[in-house]
């Protein structure tokens, strides 16, 4: 079953569940957390909390979902990307390191503890003892269009090809930037669409993850704080 498949297969509640209460938190990838989930998100928004998706619920979930976007990587297991490092200046291996203007979305987690967001290493110099990884298919290494959009540059830097893309013409404010990746399935000037596939990870950069951005303009650089908050998720299997 491809993923397209098996997002289509759910119901439009199902849906609700995995695409936004989970994407922003509110509930966990527990069945059953649904119906509660969308009691509270309907007392929240002033609408009857029947805790049934009906249609004044789910416009009030595409309202909050806007700009529309999705993560750049499918998640895995009921689970968003893994972001191992934000935005805004940082520190590797103790020492002050320079501004990172993006988001970096790692291919694992910590099986004992999934929700530790850090910047590690670790990937590369193998489990430590005791630790068990859980690793992510291949399907969840090919980076996708977080919207539709222009492709208005590609490159090919030290660390990877970079693809950029401008959402703009599309009625989104939104300019995207994709770090890390392998030889591109697309080429500039090429119109693109949302979840469209872009380039597989690069395999040879350090803790093989993707490098995402946001910004307004690419050209000049103009970044911005990238916001996946709302942004829906694409599952894998
Ligand atoms: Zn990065």
Redesign the pocket.
Known sequence: MTAAEYNARETAAERLRREHLLALGVIGGVDGALESAVRAFQAAHGLTADGKAGPKTRAAIDAELSPRRVWPLRGYRGRAPIVT?GYGPRARRGKPGAF?????LGLAWLESDPEERVYSYRYRSGPHRGERWVWTPPECRVVIASAPGVVRLIRRAANGHQIWIDHRAHGIDLCTGY??LATPEVAEGQEVAECQDLAAIWSRIEDP?????ELDEIRPYRPRRPDLSRARVIYAE
């Open positions: 490092s990172h203007h993006g988001l970096d770090l890390h993850h993707l490098h995402y951005e």
